[in-house]
């Protein structure tokens, strides 16, 4: 598989100001810092983690909605934070992004027809005047939407059908890569299983490849192919989907895991449970050297000065732990 | 039998018509135990709550047949004083978002101090101890400055656990939690679930808990009340109730979710929606989505079967179900 997109110490600081008058910068969130992986054609990587890890803030960068602080990404070999105007527009068409609210990320004044047909406007040579209303309906067919409701509002349909209305024009541009940002977590668990087979159809039908941003780590496997799980703007562990959720070898990767319930009470009591303490730090000021110090039970005194790089120590993936080892924590 | 719940009816009356909300819902919770209600949105878990606690909004929501007692008492035609007294020390609930349910003008210390000053007379110096036991007990750090804090000072973690010490500030009997982790991290999750657990166990508490997850519901629940469309659709134990679910919706659901320790294929789905509550199909209310509905599925409402004890299951076929 060829790399499609390629990001390299991506880094994402939003600046904390006090005063009215006179506005001064006294700190700043390190929502994303220093965040690298790459992304091959028709591949899913997912990405993992709690709130306040950095993982919204890397989609919307990802989508150029917020300029990076510093690193670079190159889409199909060509650098993306760069491009400007037509070419900026054209690479626009390429990537798009489904969002989590189904309720307030689409315009409740537009119809269905619009809100698909929109992307058609800004990129009038996709698809001619005349036959755009047919690619609407044929839009709405692809998502299991039915192509007759294309007059309808966006209150006229449940939360499932509205996230089938945001994939949909997501689609319009037949974009490569699909960013989705937790595009299931507030849907009831039968809908959420119909929009992640969806997903999953497109991707085979349309050699989609997604960034697949979620806080649900079941979620995440079923839809993956690799894994990058996320704390306070860093990865800390990166691999395929058997290798995160099989062979696990940073710490935190292991409590997240272990902290996820498992349906079949039968295994009560019997489970490797690990219990953090306390809550994530904040990121405006996080803990020196490794920031899962805080938090964790293998911490010594080098965590706190000497920073762990993300590398291969044990296995075959690497993980940013002084003392990566494996453990086996889903049942 | 500490808290009965017997053949709830809830309506809300709407400018487009009656929605059924609740039809016909009964459970139990015993001291000690934990009871999960599980259901999809809609399905009328926390209506049910409301209506124990009488907080319902009413208009639109009428209680219009059924009866929740208390230790046997009719709370329903209670007297308003009444069921102040009970809400404070019988029964007490959590809720989902922490941050609403806690007013932003108050401290957390005197959100905790105020009931018990109120109910059991206290002093300020003795409620404000009282306030940092409480902290304490729920763990949270520093109890002793964080006592003066505002909601918005706490973490979402935090807040939840201040609510949790709102909640037992009076050694409440029955503890109802609505969804009380689903605006948390997974983390925090395992913790606020480890202290309902332990506090349960230590003060031989009932827990009625409210949730949508099949995970918490596995690792927690003694019991487990699976409601849709404002009915309860399967009543079990937890160990039954996964080993070999006795309703077509509950199956349906467990297959439906995705799972950690596998990668899976194609998830199976429930095809449609849940039904508008306007609006219930008649008969039973799962069969337009049912894979083995049938005629009488229609045209009869299914009666509750008895599978073995303690369990039932409101299905035509719940025997066959059952035996896979």
């Known amino acids: 598989m060829a790399e499609l997109l390629e990001v390299r110490d991506l880094v994402k600081h939003f600046p904390v100001t006090r005063g009215v008058l006179f506005r001064r910068t006294v700190g700043q969130v390190r929502a994303v810092d220093g965040v690298s992986f790459s992304l091959a054609a028709g591949e899913t990587l997912g990405v993992v983690g709690e709130s306040g890890c950095g993982k919204s803030t890397l989609a919307q960068v990802l989508m150029r909605l917020e300029p990076p602080t510093s690193g670079t990404a190159s889409f199909e070999g060509r650098p993306m934070f760069s491009l400007r105007g037509a070419a900026l527009r054209r690479w626009r068409r390429d990537m798009q992004i489904v969002l989590q609210d189904p309720y307030t990320s689409l315009n409740p004044r537009m119809t269905v027809g619009d809100i698909v047909g ?55 541009l037949r974009p490569k890569v699909i960013v989705c940002d937790e595009p299931v977590s507030a849907l009831d668990v039968s809908i959420q299983a119909q929009v992640m087979n969806l997903l999953a159809e497109l991707q085979g039908e349309f050699g989609l490849s997604y960034v697949f941003i979620a ?117 | ?66 009866s929740v007692r208390f230790h046997g008492e009719e709370l329903l035609s209670a007297s308003p004083e009444r069921r102040r007294a009970v809400r404070a020390d019988g029964v007490a609930m959590i809720f989902q978002d922490a941050l609403s349910a806690l007013n932003p003008v108050f401290t957390v210390g005197f959100q905790i101090e105020e009931q018990l000053r109120v109910r059991r007379g206290m002093s300020r110096a003795d409620a404000r101890a009282r306030a940092i036991e409480l902290l304490d007990l729920v763990r949270i750090p520093a109890a002793r ?71 918490v519901v596995a690792e927690v629940a003694d019991r487990i009340v699976v409601m849709y469309a404002g009915r309860i659709v399967e009543q079990a134990d937890a160990v039954s109730l996964f080993g070999s679910p006795g309703h077509p919706y509950t199956a ?48 009869h409402v299914p009666p509750d079967v008895r599978l073995g004890f303690g369990r039932t299951s409101a299905c035509h076929f719940a025997e066959e179900v059952v035996g896979g």
């Open chain 1, 215 to 331: 806080h649900d780590l079941s979620v995440v496997r079923h839809l993956s192919d690799r894994v990058a799980v996320m704390y306070l703007g860093k990865i800390v562990e990166i691999g395929t989907e058997e290798e995160i959720y099989e062979r696990p070898t940073h710490p935190y990767t292991q409590a997240l895991l272990s902290a996820v319930p498992v349906a079949d009470p039968t295994l009560r009591g019997h489970r490797d449970v690990i219990r953090l303490t306390g809550d994530v730090p904040s990121p405006v000021d996080p803990p020196s050297g490794c920031r899962f110090r805080t938090r964790c039970w293998k911490a010594r005194d080098v965590c706190a000065t000497e920073e762990p790089a993300l590398i291969t120590r044990v296995g075959a993936h690497p993980s940013a732990c002084h003392f990566a080892e494996e453990r086996h924590v889903v049942p």
């Open chain 2, 252 to 299: 349906a659901l467990m297959r439906s979710r995705p799972r950690l320790d596998a990668k899976g294929t194609a998830l199976e789905t429930i095809r449609g929606l849940p039904p508008s509550l306007l609006r219930i199909p008649p008969g039973c209310p799962f069969h337009p989505r049912c894979p083995r509905a049938e005629a009488v599925c229609v045209s």
């Open chain 2, 1 to 66: 039998m500490l808290l009965e719940v017997d053949d709830l009816h809830v309506e809300f009356r709407t400018r487009d018509g009656v929605a059924r909300v609740l039809n016909g819902v009964s459970y139990h919770v015993s001291a000690g135990e934990t009871v999960a209600v599980l259901g999809e949105s809609g399905s009328g878990k926390s209506v049910t709550a409301q209506a124990i606690m009488g907080i319902l909004d009413t208009p639109p929501a009428f209680v219009t047949r059924g």
């Open chain 2, 145 to 215: 400055q964080r006592v003066r804090e505002y909601p918005h000072q706490f973490s979402g973690g935090m807040r939840q656990r201040a609510m949790i010490a709102m909640a037992l500030a009076l050694d409440p009997e029955v503890l109802i939690a609505d969804e009380p982790t689903t605006a948390l991290d997974v983390t925090v999750q395992a913790q606020i679930m480890d202290l309902l657990a332990e506090v349960r166990r230590e003060r031989r508490m009932g827990l009625v808990l409210i949730t949508h997850d099949l995970g």
């Open chain 1, 118 to 172: 929109e992307p058609f406007e800004i990129h009038p040579e996709v698809a001619p005047r005349a036959s755009r209303s047919g690619r609407v309906r044929e839009l709405l067919d692809v998502v299991g939407l039915n192509p007759e409701h294309i007059n309808r509002y966006p209150h006229q349909f449940s939360g499932g059908q509205r996230q089938r209305i945001g994939i949909a024009r997501a689609l319009a």
